[in-house]
């Protein structure tokens, strides 16, 4: 079992990076303030308890509450009251680090603003993840985050971002994935894709797809 011990805290936010995949990719520091902290908000309850369960970490008598794109005007005022009575609250995303592409950031923001402490306990991010995978370029990308849902405005963005000179990272959903890949061979032309994965894969068969659409002949998955 993964060795952490809890302490007091200082009271203020903590963004807590949460595993991609494996529970083990977690750090230790982490893992201290989930077992410390005296307030958790997740994005997903249910994955946070499961990652508590793994890790053998307590939840008590601590509040455990959800934090999402749909209850977050009416969530953080409990939260700003629970840092007004000094408590230590962890914050942490359904997968990967806090904030990036998260619902988070007005809560962070505002508890700034309000002169809280604010810190990060950093760990896994999966645009990172992804570009480490990728064989592309590292030393300059681009992070647009999710696309449009629409067509329309997907491709209006992409031609607005097609002229930026370096790797370009997106998030998509799974259900738009095919979608997307159209519209990047559309306006882009042929690129590589990076999905990571439990295989630490690079490429994927959405590559291949985008490739031969384009009229690149066989193959998928290696190339630049």
Not at 36 to 58: P, Q
Request: hydrophobic share 40%; proline share 5%; aromatic share 8%.
């Amino acid at each position: 079992m993964v060795n952490y011990h809890s302490e007091k805290l200082k009271s203020g936010l903590y963004l807590v990076a949460t595993p991609l995949g494996s529970a083990r990719d977690i750090t230790l520091r982490a893992l201290d303030v989930l077992s410390s902290c005296d307030a958790i908000v997740a994005e997903d309850t249910r994955s946070m308890r499961k990652l508590l369960n793994i890790h053998n970490i307590k939840i008590d008598d601590r509040p455990l509450i959800s934090y999402n794109d749909f209850n977050g005007d009416r969530v953080r005022p409990k939260i700003f009251e629970w840092l007004d009575k000094n408590l230590a609250v962890a914050y942490a995303s359904d997968a990967g680090m806090p904030l990036i592409a998260d619902p988070g950031y007005q809560l962070s923001k505002q508890a700034a603003d309000m002169g809280f402490y604010v810190t990060s306990v950093p760990g896994a991010s999966a645009c990172i993840t992804a570009l480490t995978l990728s064989g592309l370029p590292t030393d300059r990308f681009f992070f647009e985050g999710f696309l449009p849902a629409t067509k329309e405005k997907r491709r209006r963005k992409l031609k607005e971002i097609s002229s930026i000179d370096s790797t370009l990272i997106f998030y998509e959903s799974p259900k738009r994935l095919v979608k997307m890949f159209d519209d990047l061979v559309t306006i882009m032309g042929c690129l590589l894709y990076t999905s990571p994965s439990p295989r630490d894969q690079r490429g994927s068969r959405m590559a291949g797809w985008a490739w031969k659409k384009k009229g690149g002949g066989g193959g998928g998955g290696g190339g630049g």
